[in-house]
């Protein structure tokens, strides 16, 4: 049993508005597929099929205010309520009390000392490398969490070498913005089945993407629509390459944003989780709220089914 989950940073389960909400508006046959046919919306409610279950998540965990990245990545990677250690939702990085709760109970350390492989798949460019080890950017809860294992980030060489993906899925953004253009291409497609690929060599691996959130804060219409149609292409990928019995697939996020164009803030709105596989349904038990996941990933990779 291994679980591989793609994390998409910023996206919530929003109106059923086409003028606002990229979700109820773009072309995506396989993210639809995995709610019965829905769109990924407020009114779409829990969805379970043969093939998967799909989950309105709380990402507000009790604790007043718009929930935010710091925060809530915190207390989806630790199992820990974050903003209510600290008494408030904090982002976009995570602030001293929440990395020292990163330090202690980052899902990817406490694997690797009970014996599991863990890794982050996403990859990240020299320079935010070199900006992390002289301390002049802080990492993301994620990236924390990640780092917490004692195992590097994957670099450049890595994406080189089809060992890792960008947080954009295919090379695109980093040969079009950062000039790497030797980098291998391969279409979003192509980019869905290498992850699938690369996340055998881990009992847990995950890959973590920020456009989304992005988007939600300054992006357009358009633009949100071209994400989640790319998004759904590398989901085709994916599940074309992934073996049913070899494991879960996991979608989820930190707090809603994209699905609100009308505004530039982060929303109040459940979040999707999306599980697929043979024991989608053992996972998705009592699962609620963001803290949930780790003791449903422990479920999965320390219990027999």
């Known amino acids: ?37 829905k769109r990924w919306l407020a009114t779409t409610g829990p969805q379970e099929s043969a093939e998967a279950v799909f989950i309105p998540t709380d990402a507000r965990l ?7 990245s710091g925060t809530g990545q915190a207390s989806l990677l630790t199992g820990v309520n974050a903003p209510r250690l600290i008494g408030r939702h904090y982002g976009p990085k995570p602030e001293a009390k929440t990395r020292a709760l990163i330090a202690e109970h980052s899902y990817f350390k406490r694997l690797e000392l009970r014996g599991k492989s863990a890794r982050l798949l996403t990859a990240y460019p020299p320079r935010l490398l070199a900006d992390f080890a002289r301390g002049k950017t802080l990492r993301s809860s994620v990236q924390q969490a990640a780092y917490e294992s004692g195992l590097p980030h994957f670099t450049l060489d890595d994406v080189i070498a089809r060992r890792a993906l960008t947080a954009e899925w ?17 279409s979003p497609r192509e980019a869905g089945k290498l992850m699938a690929k690369l996340s055998r060599g881990y009992d847990f691996a995950f890959h ?25 292409a590398v989901l085709g990928g994916l599940l074309a390459e992934w073996q049913a019995d070899e494991g879960l697939v996991v979608i989820t996020s930190d707090h809603g944003n994209m699905e609100d164009l009308s505004g530039r803030r982060h929303t109040l709105n459940e979040v ?7 024991r989608a349904a053992e996972f998705a038990r009592d699962y609620r709220s963001l803290t949930d996941f780790v003791p449903a990933c422990d479920r999965m ?3 027999s089914g």
Do not use: K
């Open 62 to 68: 009790g604790v007043p205010g718009r929930p935010q």
């Open 272 to 278: 999707p989780t999306v599980v697929l596989g043979a």
């Open 170 to 186: 295919t090379t695109d953004s980093w040969r079009a913005h950062l000039g790497f253009e030797s980098l291998p291409r391969y």
């Open 301 to 303: 990779l320390f219990e």
């Open 1 to 37: 049993m291994r679980v591989l989950t793609l994390f998409l940073d910023g996206i919530g389960l929003g109106a059923d508005d086409p003028e606002s909400n990229p979700f109820a508006l773009a072309d995506t046959p396989f993210m639809r597929g995995l709610a019965n046919g």
């Open 208 to 232: 973590s993407h920020w456009l989304t959130d992005r988007i939600g804060h300054r992006g357009t219409l358009e633009r949100g629509l071209r994400i989640l149609e790319r998004f759904d």
